[in-house]
């Protein structure tokens, strides 16, 4: 066993140091992907803000980044962007729920005074019933 010893811990360190290579390159990948897709929920949905045209110049930017080989910047500019379309879809969505809150409020008021009336009714009934 003693004479395998220095093979097997050169292996080991071997290993170790190639997973401590760097992962960017996927990130990066990764990361555009992600970017790509939620550009394409933005367009679809006509999401337009000031956040979206932040993301669309980062996700340019990163895609150039990542032409020159520039891994470690692609990927935070990449993640950069996808964060900017991740919070131009939430206030979007924020915007969506407020206005049906609004209209759900709206819809709750007329089906209260349609309950007052009904029960005005129930009562001037009861009264003609009992008098």
């Known amino acids: 066993m003693t004479k395998y010893l220095p093979a097997v811990v050169l292996c080991a ?23 790509t897709g939620l550009r394409e929920y ?5 999401i337009k803000s000031i956040e ?14 990542a032409k020159e080989g520039n891994d470690n910047e692609a ?4 993640d950069a962007a996808a964060t900017y379309y991740r919070l ?5 969505d924020l915007v969506q729920a407020k206005k049906k809150i609004a209209e759900l409020r709206k819809s709750l008021s007329a089906a209260r ?11 001037e009934l009861e009264n003609l019933r009992n008098p």
Do not use: I
């Not at 360190?13 to 970017?35: D, I, M, R």
């Not at 933005?42 to 006509?46: A, E, L, P, W």
């Not at 005074?113 to 009562?123: P, R």
């Open 42 to 46: 933005c367009r679809k949905n006509n």
């Open 88 to 92: 131009a879809v939430a206030k979007h």
């Open 113 to 123: 005074e349609q309950l007052n009336t009904y029960k005005e009714v129930l009562n």
């Open 75 to 78: 990927y935070w500019m990449a």
């Open 13 to 35: 360190a071997a290993l170790l140091l190639n997973s401590c290579g760097s992962s960017y390159p996927l990130f990066v990948n990764t990361t555009l992907a992600e970017t």
């Open 52 to 65: 979206v045209q932040k993301a669309d110049s980062l996700a340019v930017a990163a895609r150039m980044k």
